[in-house]
């Protein structure tokens, strides 16, 4: 509190300044070392408290950004940091402890990745393979283990908690045994391939040998890294030992050897044209076989030639192989020009296949029947190319076909039914509808006839349609006559229009109506007169002068709506032009394609020449950026389709907190662009959510697991607590109650490898302390208690003996005679310490043997008077160690030995002075005969009952020898 008033003189020099410069500036070079601290505290740059523990001269304030350091990069102290910032601190992390602290209690669960990925401590990864909350980490620290001891603990203490955990450290403890075995594969080995090495040329088969010893090079080569060198230097003794004696073998037979390689050469070479000459057939050309055939022929001829009986048969291998690639070469060639053959027809097939004509029945399934002859006689690996285009187009053509007779089969049927139609509009005068219908039955007549249905089945149809056929004539020529008649009155139409008080805009639309029926007729077929065109040109030029202002008004009026709808069609061409579809935001692309169509229908009409130009133009358009759309809403909804399989994965995902981030990831990109039917978007979002759903509720019945599994060792560690309290109240005898504890103890350390609920964690491990404190201290209360019983019976045995003794010593002043003491002694109980009862039994029996032997009397007198002095000394030091008072004469005596005790404590370092005065009042009792002194058994008695009274005999103390 004193100190609190001048501390507060210098905290607003650091409280002022919190930027990280200013925080950097006050812990670097204030004056005030509090001030310095105080800045370190808040220092929240890590690369400021890195500086600080590389440069700082003051050992305090680098321990403490230390701790600031270690605080920010785990999470303990809550900073404005970002994870990707501490991540890349961590990478720079060298200190191991820091390293290790960070992969044990980090925050996050990254974090404690990246120093797992660097922790190199097989404890501290064994730790976090066990305790790591996050799946991938566990998995990390186990992947890292390279200890056999670690990964054991691991693998034992994991279990089913993480299967994928157990499995890696399973492996990784299989490889580490595999590779312990290893040197011992490796020594079998190079053992065998000696042994081997040494048994080449016993059978004096060089060779053979020669051969073999190759191949034992080989395998000696893969392991020679990894052999013991004792074994390289018999492997290479036993190689040479083979090379001298096969060189010599060689020497001793060269001009025999020499002859016998020099016929294996030509062996070999001939066996290789042989070889050669076989694989001629697997060649596709002829014209390459031909060549092969030539060369290989020159080839043979130029080898000297072997022995006459082995040279003929060489011979007719060779010669039987060239034939098999002669009959080769002739079978190839005549297949090429039955390819050729085959291209021709398909060229063919194909003209037939594009022209537009009717096909020709005959002539059609001849060329099909040439063309599957050609393709049957070709192997299918030659000529698959072609093969499969004609069976293709085989196919269409007979398609073709099939759907020709059919419909000529259908014309036919129809046939009769539409002649006595085309008879009925001849009859009723309908040229109109007569010319057409004739010209259909002449070409189903054509179809027919070039289907190859029978002649017979169409002859009475085809002799009926010729018979109508000049009556279809004479209908056209009157339809003539007509028109000319409808011509001349629309001539008096427009003359009397030409005259009549009617408003301007009704003459307008007259004229308009009077043209458009002349049109219409021009286009009816009929020829036109021109003597009538130039008198209704002439009347309508009249009437057109008489309406000029309002057509004029009109024309305008047309003119500026085309020139709005060229600006609609413009528009629109340009944003087509320039969009990027990449980027495009297409809420506002379905808003203008909106405004657009609705702009389009309140333009008024425009001139006829350009109406049908701008519409196509229009809609063309619009069907492009309809197409856009279109194109866009697919896109958008295989991409909701993709992210609802992607979430529907996760929730199968075992890393469960993986699998949630990336959900959450998924959640933000789900956006529409385009819109579909709003039933198909609720689908695809209830489908979604559904996706989502299923991954969250495996994080809650996760979570539901642990708090479960939580509770479950929490109330296994209390029913261990209660137990043990039990097993305490119940136990009297202090060996079973230790042998209990060590029990509970280990049942706990067992135990703590399972986690509890952090809220109770601590509460748990208090109730365990204390109850661990309570059976000790039963314990030692029964100990206590049996170690007051036990004094209090050696105090009655010594006091008996005592009387004995004294007895024996001085009978006249003796109270109780010697024989009388006897049946008491028998009844007291035995001593727990065998070597107390040994020591008293033995000082009993020597009083007695004193009572019947003067020697021994002697003795017992001689031995009481030398313990007189024992008996002073075990007094005062009784009386120092209990702290109770001495009598006054012996202050000097107490004092020097109070010093002594002093000196020996700082030397030994002694601690109980209670336990030493139990020993000395224990050596007290044992101590053998002494006259009688009544003061020093009073000073003693006071010692036993201040030590009755006070904290004694907390432990047992050690027996003392007889």
Not at 198 to 218: F, K, M, N, S, V
Not at 905 to 925: I, K, N, T
Request: hydrophobic share 40%.
């Amino acid at each position: 509190m004193f100190f609190d008033r001048f501390l507060k003189k210098h905290r607003p020099a650091a409280e002022k300044k919190t930027s990280p410069e200013d925080l950097l500036e006050l812990a670097r070079g204030h004056g005030d070392r509090a001030v310095r601290l105080d800045a370190v505290r808040r220092l929240t740059s890590l690369q400021h408290l890195r500086d600080i523990l590389a440069q700082d001269d003051d050992v305090g304030v680098r321990e403490l950004a230390a701790v600031r350091y270690r605080n920010l990069l785990s999470g303990a102290d809550q900073a404005e940091l970002s994870l990707a910032d501490r991540l890349a601190d961590v990478a720079l992390v060298a200190d191991p402890r820091l390293l290790e602290h960070l992969a044990r209690d980090g925050k996050e669960p990254e974090v404690r990745r990246a120093a797992i990925d660097r922790v190199g401590t097989p404890g501290v990864l064994a730790d976090c393979a066990l305790r790591d909350t996050a799946a991938g980490n566990r998995g990390a620290a186990v992947a890292r283990l390279e200890d056999r001891q670690a990964l054991e603990q691991v693998a034992r203490a994991i279990g089913k908690k993480d299967k994928a955990v157990y499995r890696t450290a399973r492996e990784k403890l299989r490889r580490i045994t595999a590779r312990e075995e290893e040197p011992k594969r490796i020594h079998a080995l190079c053992t065998d391939l000696c042994e081997r090495a040494e048994r080449l040329g016993h059978l004096q088969q060089w060779t053979a040998d020669r051969a073999l010893l190759e191949h034992l090079d080989r395998q000696w080569a893969e392991i020679a890294p990894q052999a013991d060198p004792a074994d390289g230097a018999r492997y290479t003794a036993a190689r040479e030992r083979f090379i001298t004696a096969f060189d010599n073998y060689r020497a001793a037979n060269a001009a025999q050897l020499a002859a016998q390689e020099a016929r294996v050469a030509l062996r070999v070479e001939r066996e290789a044209l042989i070889a050669e000459a076989a694989q001629l057939a697997a060649l596709a050309a002829d014209d390459q076989i031909g060549a092969a055939r030539e060369r290989l022929t020159v080839a043979w001829a130029s080898l000297e030639a072997l022995p006459d009986g082995e040279q003929a048969g060489f011979d007719r291998r060779f010669n039987q192989q060239l034939q098999a690639a002669e009959v080769i070469e002739q079978s190839l060639l005549r297949l090429n020009k039955q390819r050729e053959r085959l291209r021709g027809t398909l060229a063919k097939a194909e003209r037939l296949m594009q022209d537009s004509r009717l096909l020709d029945l005959v002539q059609t399934r001849t060329l099909i029947e040439q063309g599957r002859a050609l393709c049957e006689g070709l192997p299918v690996d030659l000529a698959a190319a072609e093969t499969s285009a004609f069976n293709d187009l085989a196919s269409r053509l007979e398609n073709r076909l099939q759907t020709q007779q059919r419909q000529a089969r259908q014309r036919l049927a129809e046939f009769p039914a539409r002649i006595d139609a085309l008879e009925a509009l001849i009859e009723a005068g309908e040229l109109k509808k007569a010319d057409p219908l004739h010209q259909s039955l002449q070409a189903a007549l054509d179809l027919i006839q070039s289907s190859g249905l029978p002649k017979e089945a169409t002859a009475a149809s085809a002799a009926r349609l010729r018979a109508l056929s000049p009556r279809v004539r004479d209908l056209q020529h009157w339809r003539r006559w007509g028109a000319d008649q409808h011509r001349e009155a629309l001539c008096a139409a427009m003359l009397a229009l030409r005259d009549q008080d009617l408003p301007l805009d009704a003459v307008a639309e007259r004229l308009h109506v009077l043209q458009t029926d002349w049109k219409e007729l021009d286009q009816s077929g009929s020829p036109g007169n021109q003597t009538l065109w130039e008198r209704f040109q002439e009347a309508s030029t009249a009437v057109h002068a008489r309406v000029r202002p309002v057509l004029e008004a009109q024309a305008a009026e047309q003119a500026a709506n085309r020139a709005a709808r060229e600006q609609v069609c413009q528009q629109l061409d340009d944003f087509l032009a320039q969009v990027d579809w990449e980027r495009v935001d297409w809420k506002r692309v379905l808003h203008a394609e909106r405004e657009l169509r609705q702009a389009w229908s309140l333009i008024g009409p425009c001139e006829p020449r350009a109406r049908h130009r701008l519409e196509r133009r229009f809609h063309r358009a619009i069907r492009t950026l309809d197409q856009r759309i279109e194109e866009e809403r697919e896109r958008n909804q295989t991409f909701k389709q993709g992210l609802i399989k992607r979430v529907q994965e996760l929730a199968a995902l075992a890393d469960l907190d993986t699998a949630i981030e990336e959900t959450k990831t998924i959640q933000r990109q789900w956006q529409t662009t385009v819109p579909a039917r709003q039933r198909d978007e609720n689908r695809l979002w209830q489908e979604f959510r559904a996706a989502c759903d299923a991954v969250f509720e495996r994080r809650s019945a996760q979570h539901q697991a642990q708090r479960s599994e939580l509770a479950e060792n929490l109330t296994a560690r209390e029913a261990l607590c209660a137990e043990a309290l039990a097993f305490a109240a119940a136990e009297d005898d202090p060996r079973r109650l230790a042998a209990g504890l060590r029990d509970f103890e280990q049942r706990w350390r067992d135990g703590e490898s399972a986690p509890l609920p952090r809220q109770a964690a601590a509460a748990v491990n208090r109730r365990w302390q204390q109850v661990r404190d309570q059976i000790a201290q039963r314990r030692a209360e029964i100990e206590a208690a049996a170690q007051r019983t036990a004094m209090d019976l050696l105090a009655q045995r010594a006091a008996l003996c005592e009387t004995l003794e004294q007895a024996v010593l001085d009978p006249a002043a003796a109270a109780t005679p010697v024989a009388d003491l006897e049946p008491t002694w028998s009844t007291l109980p035995e001593l727990p310490d065998r070597h107390q009862q040994a020591a008293l039994d033995a000082r009993r029996h020597a009083a007695l043997a004193a009572a019947a032997d003067p020697a021994r009397l002697a003795e017992l007198q001689t031995q009481a008077d030398l313990n007189r002095v024992r008996r002073d000394r075990l007094c005062l030091e009784l009386e120092v160690a209990a702290g109770v008072d001495s009598p006054p004469a012996l202050a000097q005596e107490r004092l020097k030995l109070q010093v002594g005790r002093l000196a020996e404590r700082m030397s030994e370092g002694e601690g109980d002075s209670l336990r030493g005065a139990v020993d000395l009042l224990r050596a007290w009792y044992l101590c053998g005969p002494a006259p009688r002194d009544a003061d020093l058994a009073a000073r003693v008695e006071r010692v036993a009952q201040a030590l009755q009274a006070g904290p004694t005999a907390a432990r047992p103390a050690e027996p003392e020898p007889a």
